[in-house]
T-cell receptor, first 113, second 112 residues
Framework: DAGITQSPRYKITETGRQVTLMCHQT?????MFWYRQDLGHGLRLIYY???????DKGEVPDGYVVSRSKTENFPLTLESATRSQTSVYFC????????????FGPGTRLTVL | GDSVTQMEGPVTLSEEAFLTINCTYT??????LFWYVQYPGEGLQLLLK?????DKGSNKGFEATYRKETTSFHLEKGSVQVSDSAVYFC???????????FGKGTSLLVTP
């Protein structure tokens, strides 16, 4: 039971490059989320998706693009990476909205030089 | 908007000490409240939750009670172990929303 996986686990890139972070879940959960974790900020929501082809912005969406053509995949793209996007990125999924538990992937540590 | 405030860390305790991590929230309506734990190098995992006032969530010796009158959801454990060393996040969901609002996290270090 793979659960929710993220790739790559670590990534170093340069300012201005495009980077895509992958997220895959095996539970057929409807809801998927991308968060970034930074010291002093906790986790902040970037984008979320309620189903395939339905996505919406979270608290900090600028500079990011998402897509969800299949229920199980929710890639996050940094179109032109900036140093301020250096962070740890977590993907999560949940079966239902509201008080339902979210399951988190192991995270991707991204460094933008 | 909804928000969560939790005590700043790091918190350092000796093994078998009593743990309290304070969490208060601001939200309209009746949110659901959660504690998540993050062990080093891992993602977050749900520790416990409460979905209505006066509910008590419990798991692995940890407890938290949903107090609407004080808008609080403090995490407690009677006797911590070295293996409890981790970062603890308080979070809420407004039930009408999709995502979680997290506090900034409290780092706990338990020493032998």
């Amino acid at each position: 039971d793979a659960g929710i996986t993220q790739s790559p686990r670590y990534k170093i890139t340069e300012t201005g490059r495009q980077v895509t972070l992958m997220c895959h879940q095996t539970w057929s959960h409807s809801y998927m989320f991308w968060y970034r974790q930074d010291l002093g900020h906790g986790l902040r929501l970037i984008y979320y998706s309620a189903a395939a082809d339905i996505t919406d912005k979270g608290e900090v969406p600028d500079g990011y693009v998402v897509s969800r053509s299949k229920t199980e995949n929710f890639p996050l793209t940094l179109e032109s990476a900036t140093r301020s996007q250096t962070s740890v990125y977590f993907c999560a999924s949940s079966l239902l909205r509201g008080n339902n538990e979210q399951f988190f992937g192991p995270g991707t540590r991204l460094t933008v030089l | 908007g909804d928000s969560v405030t939790q005590m700043e860390g790091p918190v350092t305790l000796s093994e078998e000490a009593f743990l309290t991590i304070n969490c208060t929230y601001t939200a309209t309506g009746y949110p659901s409240l959660f504690w998540y734990v993050q062990y080093p190098g891992e993602g977050l995992q749900l520790l416990l939750k409460a979905t209505k006032a006066d509910d008590k969530g419990s798991n692995k010796g940890f407890e938290a009670t949903y107090r609407k009158e004080t808008t609080s959801f403090h995490l407690e454990k009677g006797s911590v172990q070295v293996s409890d060393s981790a970062v603890y996040f308080c979070a809420l969901n407004s039930n009408s929303g999709y995502a979680l609002n997290f506090g900034k996290g409290t780092s706990l270090l338990v020493t032998p």
